[in-house]
């Protein structure tokens, strides 16, 4: 899906085991696209205008398509579309054209754990399919879950329940953060598979769209001038960063559930760290690619590449963990007065295989900082024998994500409160690298935000 900052991707898990066929894969047709929490940050940020792009660009047609909004907040169908209006009146987009998009948006006030409402949606979208004319087998509803993972499974319960499509395909796309540790994901991943197949499943991470992210790749293995370079005894160490400037804006009822590291750094930053630092894959089939990111637990796994990123990643260390929240977070009413969750995190990663062993990966995520910004920096060591008296021998390669980094917004006079933080360090990286020694180096560049 086209959105702001790029495409969105899907991954599928269909290799973890045989899958059965999905039947009634008809591609053409009625199409009914449900957006669940449409009142919501995503919604309104990504989703939307995604679908404005998709729309825009021909892949929606008006005469098949129709968009539902889903959330308990009461509003009218005029409310969500003036809500989300202006994050479609973006460049080139004409205003005839996002008001013809708009009208194709209807809204479903109800909650998310009881029958009510999503019947109420269900007799929508049959009303829809119905006006439509739709033949046995042709129609299409896809469930777009912009929603906190916690009310997934009840979510998904009460669309099994009351919303399946009788002569087409029904498919689910779940957001990250999927879960909070490995058990409760698992648990998740249990509770939905026994509601829908694999292959209805869709799990969203929308780094992997941004067209920078998917150049990686291309950065990395179709360019002869990195490819010797790429490892540790050229590179010093990478930094992987997130900032933004502005705090969680309402959102405290999801995000203080989750805190930073499990909003950005878990799955975004994580799968930019695999593209930086996997191996090269079999081919670009996005399971040779998954595959190399991961230790995958096949029952062949003796005859998987042991050098898989993921699975030589060393333990974290506390002492290179740094996390903080910003003054004024405890100020969103959806947020409790103690809350301790995080929405500042730096952390080192250490992998330990033959070409990362003792290579920093640092991961940074911060909201409420001073700029925005999502970039990699991969940071070459010093040449040998320099001349420049390290002046000017500061190689790195800066890949900057997201080319919709937008202008400062006025927030809040957002302040960082960390729990080991002595003295702002204004000083740039190089200046402050050298002069000090390797570790504290490192130390200074976990707060460096
Ligand atoms: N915001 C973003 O830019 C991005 C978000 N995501 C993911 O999207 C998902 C939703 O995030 P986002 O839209 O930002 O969050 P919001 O806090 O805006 O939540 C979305 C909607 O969910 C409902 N909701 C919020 N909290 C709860 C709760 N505790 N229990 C039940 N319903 C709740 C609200 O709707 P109502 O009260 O009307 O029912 C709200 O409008 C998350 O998983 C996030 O990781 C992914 C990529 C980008
Ligand atoms: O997943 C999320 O991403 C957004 C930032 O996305 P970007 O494409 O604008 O960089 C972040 O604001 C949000 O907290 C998080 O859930």
Known sequence: MGSGGG????????SFRSEPLEVNVSETGCLSIVVLG?????????????????????????????????????????????????????????SEEVSEFLQLIKYVSGSYDTEGGF????????????????????????????????????????????????????????????????????KLSNQIGELFEEPQLYRIDHYLGKELVQNLLVLRFANRFFLPLWNRDNIDNVQIVFREDFGTEGRGGYFDEYGIIRDIVQNHLLQVLCL???????????????????????FFMEMQNLNQ?????????????????????????????????????SIILRIHNERWEGVPFILKA??????????????????PGDIFNCMSSNHAIRILLDHSIR?????KQPGLEMSTVQSELDLSYKQRYHGVTIPDAYERLLLDT
């Not at 916690?150 to 779940?174: A, F």
């Not at 089939?285 to 230790?295: G, W």
């Not at 260390?317 to 903080?324: I, N, T, Y």
């Not at 900082?369 to 920096?377: E, G, P, T």
Request: charged share 30%.
């Open 7 to 14: 495409q969105w991707i899907v991954e599928k898990r269909s």
């Open 38 to 94: 449409a009142s919501g940050d995503l919604a309104k940020k990504k989703t939307f205008p995604a679908l404005f792009n998709l729309y825009r660009q021909g892949f929606l047609q008006s005469n098949e398509v129709h968009i539902f909004g889903y959330a308990r907040t009461k509003i009218s169908d005029d409310d969500l579309r003036n809500r989300i209006r202006s994050y479609l009146e973006k460049g080139s987009a004409k």
């Open 119 to 186: 019947r109420m949606l269900d007799k929508e979208i049959s009303l829809h399919e119905e006006f439509r004319n739709s033949t046995e087998g042709s129609s299409r509803r896809l469930f777009y879950l912009a929603l906190p993972p916690s009310v997934y499974p009840v979510v998904c319960r009460m669309i099994k329940l009351c919303c399946m499509n009788k002569c087409g395909w029904t498919r689910i796309v779940v957001e990250k953060p999927f879960g909070k540790d490995l058990d409760s994901a698992e």
């Open 276 to 298: 930086v630092a996997m191996e090269k894959p079999v081919s670009l089939d996005s399971e040779h690619i998954r595959d190399e990111k991961v230790k995958v637990h096949f």
């Open 309 to 345: 990123v993921l699975q030589s990643v060393e333990p974290i260390k506390d002492e290179e963990v740094v996390l903080g929240q910003y003054h004024g977070y405890r100020d969103d009413s959806k947020v409790p007065d103690h809350s301790n969750t995080p929405t500042f995190a």
């Open 366 to 383: 911060g909201k409420a900082l001073s700029s925005k910004k999502a970039d990699i920096r991969v940071q070459f060591k010093d040449v």
């Open 407 to 411: 202008k400062s917004m006025s927030v």
